[in-house]
């Protein structure tokens, strides 16, 4: 079965340090990986997906199939990236998403 | 569009007792989906329904039930509330085909069970 870790429950970081997510998986096929962000007060919403190859927000994300990862980064944190992530994985054209356990990244001024 | 929208937003039930919290959606998609959120356990998926009347079992279904019998709205039921079952409750849903894959989700449903 599949499985989504994020092994940091909490993460605190200075505003204008960079900041790295981690998420690793298991899939034995071919996954499609999400991150998906809960910022305060507001519903869960997608942030980007790795077919994509896009930068949101000034995050971007690498799938990494050897290491089996697909880590978010930003090169410079700010206040409002303050949420709580997860990273989310989807079977090869499958109609479900499994989770990961949740970061939740603190941004201080 | 409202998107995705759940009702109640807060409730709390002694254990023992039934609910229905109500899902539904206004985009005319196809799947629709019922998560738990727990702390450090992220998001697990308790039923889905990839269309109107169909239903199925997703990771952690046990002591509870669902039903989708009009395409916008998707039911979750708990017959005889348990402390174990106190959670925030997300709904969510998706188009079936034609561009990415996106899930769009409700605001939540706070639920208490004492």
């Known amino acids: 079965a599949q499985r989504v870790t994020q092994p940091e429950k909490l993460l605190s970081v200075f505003k204008g340090a960079p900041v790295e997510l981690k998420c690793n998986y298991s899939y034995s096929g071919s996954p499609e990986l999400f991150w998906y962000v809960q910022y305060s007060r507001q519903r869960l919403q997608l942030l980007l997906r790795?077919?994509s190859r896009e930068s949101i927000k000034g995050f971007t994300a690498d799938l990494n199939k050897g290491e089996t990862s697909f880590h978010l980064k930003k090169p410079f944190a700010q206040e409002e990236d303050s949420a709580m992530y997860y990273c989310a994985l989807r079977e090869t054209s499958g109609s479900r998403l499994t989770f990961g356990e949740g970061t939740q990244l603190t941004v201080n001024p | 569009n409202a998107g995705v929208t759940q009702t109640p937003k807060f409730r709390v039930l002694k254990t023992g007792q039934s609910m229905t919290l109500l899902c539904a959606q206004d985009?005319?998609?196809?799947?629709m989906y019922w998560y738990r959120q727990d702390p450090g356990m992220g998001l697990r998926l308790i039923h889905y329904?990839?269309?109107?009347?169909?239903?199925a079992k997703g990771e952690v279904p046990d002591g509870y039930n669902v039903s989708r019998l009009k395409k916008q709205n998707f039911l979750l039921g708990l017959e005889s509330a348990a402390p174990s079952q106190t959670s925030v409750y997300f709904c969510?849903?998706?188009?079936?085909?034609?561009?990415?894959?996106?899930?769009?989700f409700g605001p939540g449903t706070r639920l208490t069970v004492t």
């Open positions: 790795h077919i």
């Open positions: 985009m005319n998609h196809e799947y």
């Open positions: 329904s990839v269309g109107e009347g169909t239903t």
């Open positions: 969510a849903s998706r188009r079936t085909s034609g561009g990415a894959y996106e899930q769009y």
